[in-house]
């Protein structure tokens, strides 16, 4: 089978994983969806992983589903009801993983970021775009409503009248407007942006990795707790990650005025 989905780990834990279908944009079919699932179950099953770094080979990021195959962008085959959505349902788990995993995910969007695509971005912890890169909801114009959960967490993104307007008027838009409306956090010139998003991994990696998995926990968890449970979590795991070895080498590393060794204890 193509390898349409490629994974490398280096030394500090940081994972880089392409979307290697760059003639089509990186569009998603069946195939690339089935790969994708397996190396991010992989991913955040593995402890040794850090940060996740998300992209597209070529000049796309990822485009959606690939529509030449057929209506949304056939990755059901010839499934259709109930069938279809259950189908879909484990593809879309794909998400799910970007959004849950332990690790930090970042999206380094290179060039055309639509449909499906775009909600794989909105999945992640953190988005970095190319000056040049491209944005579109675009399932309206495919006469589809929104798969892979973009409906759900664009709206926590960038507000619920904004992520209406993207989805609803479906109007193709910058990585300038999608800095300034917050869905992503930089933009760079395109030769720039994987150095640029390894530089904030390397920072990632270099973090406590227990309070960083943490943070990352309570963070979740405020999509759908109360004020009162979030503060019960982040007293129990702030007083966890106190009683830590990197706790302890914080404080001294402050009084003495250098940075922090971090051990992972």
Not at 68 to 77: D, I, L, M
Not at 121 to 140: I, K, P, V
Not at 145 to 153: A, I, K, L, N, R
Not at 192 to 220: D, S
Request: hydrophobic fraction near 45%; glycine fraction near 10%; charged fraction near 20%.
């Amino acid at each position: 089978m193509t390898e349409l989905v490629t994974s490398e780990i280096d030394h500090a834990g940081i994972a880089l994983v392409t979307l290697n279908r760059p003639e089509k944009l990186n569009t998603m079919t069946a195939d690339l969806l089935e790969q994708a699932h397996k190396v991010f179950s992989q991913l955040a099953q593995n402890p040794a992983v850090k940060v996740v770094i998300l992209t597209g080979a070529g000049r796309g990021f990822c485009a959606g589903g690939d529509l030449s195959q057929g209506p949304g962008g056939a990755v059901t085959g010839s499934l259709r009801g109930n069938a279809a959505a259950a189908q879909l349902r484990t593809y879309m788990e794909t998400a799910a993983l970007l959004h849950t995993m332990p690790a930090v995910t970042i999206a380094a969007i290179n060039g055309a970021c639509a449909g499906a695509g775009l909600s794989w971005a909105c999945a992640t912890d953190l988005r970095f775009a190319a000056d040049h890169a491209r944005f579109n909801a675009a399932f309206r114009d495919a006469g589809l409503s929104g798969d892979f959960g973009g409906t759900w967490t664009l709206p926590r993104i960038v507000g619920f009248g904004r992520a209406r307007e993207k989805y609803l008027l479906s109007e193709p838009f910058d990585a300038h407007e999608a800095l300034r409306i917050g869905l992503v956090s930089e933009i760079c010139p395109a030769e720039q942006l994987l150095e640029r998003v390894h530089t904030i991994a390397r920072g990632l990696a270099e973090a406590a990795p227990l309070a960083l998995r943490l943070m990352k926990r309570n963070l979740l968890e405020s999509e759908y707790t109360s004020f009162d449970q979030a503060l019960d979590s982040e007293a129990a795991r702030h007083s966890r990650c106190a009683g830590t070895e990197d706790a302890a080498e914080a404080a001294k590393a402050f009084v003495a005025k250098r940075p922090p060794v971090f051990v992972g204890r």
